[in-house]
């Protein structure tokens, strides 16, 4: 596992997400299975896309990101940061949790990580140890976060090949973190969800 894996990680992403995200990534050929799938069935939507993306033979956790194409998109498109990813999660699981908490707790003292109308951020101490918490102020609907990791938690410590941000715009002026339209997720998510 290079250093630069753990950098950049959806360390902002509400607590649920990032654990589909970090499930998700151990399967990257899925990814961009899904990704290719979700751009041939274009016209389905909530519960017709829950159906379909049921009766592929993917992982939950890959199923479970059908609703949210943007984030598909990410994983996509930077495969080999994907694999990289899901192969440190595989091996080195509270590495790469340690490595979340260390990126959430530099955007939080940076003023970059608060609660808003989206998310809910609370710094709690499980087991002797200072974590900061991340839900959905709606436990019902989900909002994929946009961040640049360098504005959002500062620069890598080792030298990273390039990764692709949102497109110029994603933010708004004068945030480190923006978001999009919300998700409904819940009960029509399945079983692979969370």
Not at 13 to 38: G, N, R, T
Not at 62 to 70: E, S
Not at 131 to 144: D, F, G, L, R, T
Not at 151 to 172: K, R, T
């Amino acid at each position: 596992m290079t250093n630069w894996t753990l950098w950049w990680l959806p360390s902002l992403y509400p607590d649920p997400l990032l654990a589909q995200v970090l499930a998700a990534s151990s399967y990257p050929l899925e990814i961009v299975q899904l990704q290719q799938w979700l751009g041939q069935h274009k016209d389905l939507t909530d519960k017709a896309l829950v159906t379909a993306v049921e009766k592929e033979d993917w992982d939950p956790s890959v199923q479970a990101m059908a609703p949210l194409p943007d984030a598909v998109k990410q994983l996509a498109e930077n495969i080999k940061w994907t694999t990289d990813l899901g192969n440190a999660f595989l091996a080195q699981q509270n590495d790469v949790m340690d490595a979340v908490q260390r990126t959430r707790m530099k955007a939080k003292n940076a003023g970059n990580l608060k609660s808003t109308e989206q998310q809910k951020v609370e710094t709690k101490t499980v087991e002797t140890k200072t974590v900061v918490v991340i839900e959905q102020a709606q436990p019902q609907v989900i909002y994929v976060p946009t961040y640049n990791p360098v504005v959002g938690y500062g620069p890598p410590v080792y030298p990273y090949p390039p990764i692709v941000y949102p497109p110029p715009g994603a933010y708004v002026a004068g945030m480190a973190i923006s978001f999009g339209v919300g998700m409904a997720i819940g009960a029509a998510w399945g079983g692979g969800w969370g």
